[in-house]
């Protein structure tokens, strides 16, 4: 089988070991290994419901439920174990030649994997705050102090009512603080949510992913419109308002009130 390494650029915009690397670092959370880890019929499932709202998604969802399929096939029990299957290019190339599935169809079901199923580890916490207030700004240098420093961080540690209570006594911070980022912090989780977005939902009232998943989409845009002429912005097409209410429905609920 003849394959194109330059071509994972082209498609996932990271080379081959790069976009690898990045994804078994967010695979190697716990939360994440406990929420996002689907058997390919699960997979199947999830990708109807994540972009089934709209039929500009038809065509990418059906490509992509035939290539989970073929995976069910070639016996892949998970995310996890596919990774396994392909983590260095001499061990792509062996799973490909025995599964019996191209390279490019891999390539673009690792890019949908990575892009729209597991959330991205970009963040830095304090890009969730507001940089002039000291006292929020000394919280995340605390955060810092326990290594905690991304979205995904603070998603591991305080998801839970215990998990927060324990950090707020250890860093000795403000346990509605830590729920505050928390929210933010999975907010980010929702696919392609950019640091901007999750200032904007809050500031209009939806600071949670349960708030976005209960409101119709309707409203949200009625409830968006209102906030973005109070600050002189105008609603443009840059956020799928239907498409946050559908994601934040799909994505896994892992933030204990």
């Known amino acids: 089988m003849e394959i194109d390494w330059d071509s994972v650029k082209k498609i996932a915009l990271w080379h081959y ?3 690898i690397e990045k994804m078994l670092k967010t695979l190697s959370y716990s939360f994440i290994q406990e929420h996002y880890n689907h058997n390919m019929q699960e997979a199947n499932n999830y990708i109807r419901k994540l972009l089934g709202y709209d039929k500009k998604y038809e065509e990418f969802v059906e490509k992509l439920v035939r290539i989970f ?3 069910e096939n070639a016996k892949i029990k998970n995310y996890p174990d596919l990774m396994e299957k392909v983590e260095t290019r001499e061990k792509c190339e ?16 690792l890019n949908y994997v990575f892009r729209w199923v597991l959330p991205f580890r970009t963040v830095y916490l304090k890009q969730l705050i507001d ?3 000291e006292s929020h700004m000394a919280y995340i240098k605390k955060l810092k102090e326990h290594d905690i420093k991304f979205n995904l961080d603070i998603l591991e540690c305080c998801r839970t009512r215990r998990g927060r209570a324990k950090l707020s006594e250890t860093a000795k911070i403000p346990e509605d603080f830590i729920l505050d980022l928390v929210n933010r912090a999975d907010l980010t989780r929702l696919p392609y949510m ?3 977005t999750v200032e904007h939902l809050c500031n209009a009232g939806y600071d949670s992913v349960g708030k976005l998943a209960k409101v119709e989409a309707g409203k949200l845009r009625e409830d968006m419109k209102s906030y ?6 105008r609603l443009g097409s840059f956020i799928d308002l239907p498409g946050l209410v559908e994601w934040a429905r799909t994505v896994p609920k892992i933030v204990e009130k």
């Open 228 to 233: 973005f002429n109070k600050v002189s912005i």
């Open 94 to 109: 062996n799973f490909l030649e025995s599964a019996k599935i191209s390279f490019k169809d891999l390539i673009s079901l």
């Open 131 to 133: 940089p002039e207030n």
């Open 69 to 71: 399929k073929s995976l």
């Open 194 to 196: 950019s640091k901007k």
């Open 17 to 19: 070991e790069d976009l």
